[in-house]
């Protein structure tokens, strides 16, 4: 595995859309970096966040325990911008629509949409995983061995 973000790159399998296939990449310091602040953006201005909704109903009802709080923790998802992952990991895919990437300071503004912001929830939520899956995968280690079945296979 390399260093370079543009040199890590994979085809996978839409499991929940056969036969459709993207080609994603790892994220480099930067994206990574940028998928956080936006995160942090979107809670600090009010929108609306991956499963806070649900978290939210359940603190009002007084009804979130200790394990709703140790699932919402182990998220490896939790704390990035699902979005901004899929908008800087996604290379390519199987379907007609085009990937127009945004700059900066379209995705900022947001005044522009493209194929990522049509996808669906579980789309989304897939595609964000797997690039991050690539990217820090430490994240994902439930056990020590699972830790050290990685360090061997890289």
């Not at 973000?5 to 990574?32: M, W, Y």
């Not at 953006?41 to 603190?59: C, E, Y």
């Not at 005044?111 to 995968?137: M, Q």
């Amino acid at each position: 595995m390399s260093i370079f973000a543009s040199q890590t790159s994979v085809t996978i399998p839409i499991p929940f859309d056969d036969p459709h296939t993207v080609t994603i990449r790892k994220l480099t310091g930067r994206e990574l970096e940028r998928a956080q602040a936006e995160h942090m953006r979107s809670m600090v201005g009010g929108r609306s966040v991956r499963g806070w909704s649900g978290a939210f109903q359940r603190i009002l009802n007084g009804l979130a325990t200790p394990a709703d709080a140790q699932q919402v923790l182990a998220d490896p998802l939790g704390g990035y911008d699902r979005t901004t992952i899929v908008r800087a990991g996604l290379i390519s895919w199987s379907y007609p629509q085009a990937i127009a990437p945004l700059t900066p300071s379209e995705a900022v503004d947001r005044s522009r949409t493209d194929a990522v912001e049509d996808l669906d929830d579980e789309a989304l939520e897939f595609l964000a995983t797997e690039i991050l899956r690539r990217t820090k995968p430490g994240l994902f280690h439930t056990t020590a061995a699972d830790a050290e079945a990685e360090k061997k296979s890289a």
